[in-house]
């Protein structure tokens, strides 16, 4: 059984950092692109896009254009871990993180519908 277990959220203040961790159980992560996604309360309709996501072959990433240069995602393949490093955290990032997983062998994926599995989501709250 794959899962996927998020941790790292929390409550930060606007200019902080926080760094979001993705342990992988059920299956190694080396040939497996990798995604996280956020629902922001009151924007539903923008969880479809990932946020961030980093392939398996060469670990080239995407990022959504508002993130570009303060997410960085990283993954550890001996560890079986992805990370999401966020800094200078804006109230409006306040939302549940998620984690997935693409199948075997895919590139990065930008939408929701491209992965197989979902971690069950972290909480970043950003106080102003």
């Known amino acids: 059984q794959v899962q996927l277990v998020e941790s790292g959220g929390g409550l930060v203040r606007a200019g902080g950092s926080l760094r979001l961790s993705c342990a992988v159980s059920?299956?190694?992560?080396?040939?497996?692109?990798l995604g996280w996604f956020r629902q922001r309360v009151g924007k539903e309709r923008e969880f479809g896009e990932v946020?961030?996501?980093?392939?398996?072959?060469?670990?080239?990433?995407y990022y959504i254009d508002s993130e570009k240069g303060r997410f960085t995602i990283s993954r550890d393949n001996a560890k079986n871990t992805v990370y999401l490093q966020m800094n200078n955290l804006k109230p409006d990032d306040t939302a549940v993180y998620y984690c997935?997983?693409?199948?075997?062998?895919?590139?990065?994926?930008?939408?929701?519908?491209?992965?197989?599995?979902w971690g069950q989501g972290t909480q970043v709250i950003v106080s102003s």
């Open positions: 059920g299956r190694t992560i080396y040939d497996s692109s």
């Open positions: 946020v961030a996501a980093i392939n398996w072959s060469d670990t080239s990433t």
């Open positions: 997935a997983i693409r199948p075997r062998t895919l590139p990065i994926g930008r939408s929701w519908h491209e992965y197989e599995y």
